[in-house]
């Protein structure tokens, strides 16, 4: 049984195992306590292990009672509910409770282990049942059986809050892959058309290129990591594809400088803005455009930058701003305090600078090297 299995696992034969090792933990230590504290004449004797047992038997139920009571009905009832002054009272009645009979009970428990009549029996041969017994272990029970509830509750809705963080983020890609701007496609495909019946010789090269990057939108971006190289070849790849489209009003430079190639990260963070930031340039008249992509790495941080020129609607500008909203709430998700992004745009220009912190365990747990295929160039 691993660890993880015998603190959470709600089977029946778990959850008796945990509560058997809590109560004989916590039986042991109590009844090493009473050997030698709390006896009649406690510094000349001890108590025997029968008297210890004796003890135990008389006080141990209502500690097990309160300590079911506080945390399956107090706890989740009134704490969980928010119900604090409900809460407050309920623990004040469960406390008063082990008062009463932690009392009661050290009485019997001292007419039957002495043989003292009820009468004689007064506060001062009974005020450590009815203090340690009625008011501190209580307390120390209560406490450490509410603590492993609230923790484990707390633990296991951090599992949760991590489960449905990775199915969100596992939507929002299967939403960039719906997104594949069909502007893109029609242009690509009606230029490539355009080729084959001329015949021109770098239509089988194009046809590759489209292809390799329907393959790692649809297929390859499905790993929860990706070779940055492969990212930035898809991103050159779609750029020529782009300026083989708008051949004489579209200008495109890709500026890459990564030494080493052995970096991963999530799949589908850059090429989103090349991606949308080519649409919104392209659905303009045929005036001269210009799109500028820096990229460069080390082994800590990723850097990005990326700047459009055009002359922008009001409206466009607010629509790419809420996809580009989306976006940012992606990386934000999969690099908590771990990038800036800086995004800038004006009736001219849209600006859109990234860092990204490359010492996640994903860069620590690979090796492998990748040389992309970057042999092509923009001007």
Not at 49 to 71: E, K, R
Not at 246 to 274: C, G, K, M, Q, T
Not at 301 to 326: G, R
Not at 330 to 346: A, F, G, M, T
């Amino acid at each position: 049984m691993k660890g993880y299995q015998f603190i959470f696992s709600n089977r029946p034969l778990h959850r008796l195992l945990r509560h058997l090792a809590f109560w004989a933990v916590f039986i042991f230590h109590y009844s090493l306590q009473n050997m030698l504290i709390g006896g009649t004449r406690e510094a000349l004797h001890y108590r025997s292990i029968p008297a210890t047992i004796q003890y135990d038997a008389f006080f141990v139920p209502a500690f097990m009672l309160s300590a079911y009571f506080f945390m399956y009905v107090v706890i989740p009832h009134f704490l969980f509910q928010k119900k604090i002054t409900a809460f407050v009272l309920a623990f004040s009645g469960l406390m008063t409770f082990n008062l009463i009979c932690a009392n009661y009970t050290g009485i019997l428990y001292i007419h039957v282990s002495t043989g003292m009549p009820y009468d004689q029996i007064h506060f001062d041969a009974n005020k450590y049942n009815a203090i340690v017994n009625g008011f501190w272990i209580p307390l120390i029970v209560m406490g450490l059986s509410g603590g492993i509830r609230l923790t484990k509750k707390w633990v296991l809705q951090q599992k949760a809050n991590e489960l449905l963080v990775k199915q969100k983020i596992s939507r929002e890609v299967k939403l960039l892959k719906t997104q594949i701007h069909p502007r893109f496609l029609f242009h690509s495909l009606n230029s490539l058309e355009d080729k084959l019946k001329k015949k021109q010789a770098d239509s089988p090269g194009l046809i590759l290129k489209l292809a390799d990057i329907l393959s790692y939108i649809l297929y390859e971006s499905e790993s929860d990591y990706v070779l940055v190289g492969k990212e930035i070849e898809v991103i050159g790849e779609y750029m020529e594809l782009q300026k083989n489209n708008f051949p004489d009003s579209l200008r495109a430079n890709l500026e890459i400088n990564i030494p080493s190639f052995n970096l991963y990260i999530a799949p589908l963070i850059l090429l989103p803005f090349v991606e949308t930031s080519f649409d919104y340039l392209t659905t303009k008249d045929d005036s001269d455009k210009s799109i500028n992509v820096v990229i460069n790495a080390n082994e800590e941080t990723l850097f990005f930058s990326l700047t459009c020129f055009e002359e922008y609607s009001s409206e466009n500008n607010s629509f790419q701003k809420q996809i580009w909203a989306d976006i940012a709430r992606r990386i934000e998700s999969l690099y908590p305090n771990d990038h800036q992004l800086l995004l800038k745009s004006d009736s001219h220009e849209i600006q859109i600078e990234l860092r990204l912190n490359m010492n996640g365990p994903e860069n620590n747990q690979h090796t492998v090297s990748w040389s992309p295929n970057l042999a092509h160039e923009f001007s």
